[in-house]
């Protein structure tokens, strides 16, 4: 089954992709990023970010043992839109909820 992804509001629009919800519609873009990694927790979302503050959050929360739905990383200075674009549509097509819990995943891929 697809999983739907989180985009967190850094992320820029032209690597927005159709299974993805948006902290900007869902209200969430003054949130802390604690707050957003919960909240894509909350809709069972992975979270997909440019913003590398979500490293140190996952690292801290994989050292208190406080579990996430996931995070999807990309250095913007080291992978293109489109080929942003393509790795998150092949993980949103093929990827499992449950493969991303508590874990990093950088793009490219």
Do not use: W
């Amino acid at each position: 089954m697809a999983i739907t992804l989180y985009m967190d509001h850094h992320v820029p629009r032209a690597c927005y992709y159709c299974c993805a919800s948006f902290a900007y519609e869902d209200g969430a873009s003054t949130l802390s990023d604690p707050e957003l990694l919960d909240r894509a927790s909350e809709l069972k979302r992975v979270l997909f970010s440019e913003d590398d503050d979500f490293l140190a959050e996952a690292t801290r929360r994989l050292q208190e043992c406080i579990s996430f739905c996931g995070i999807i990383y990309a250095n913007q200075l080291r992978i293109s839109i489109g080929n942003c674009i393509n790795d998150l549509e092949i993980i949103a097509k093929a990827g499992e909820l449950e493969d991303f819990i508590d874990r990093v995943e950088y793009l490219p891929l």
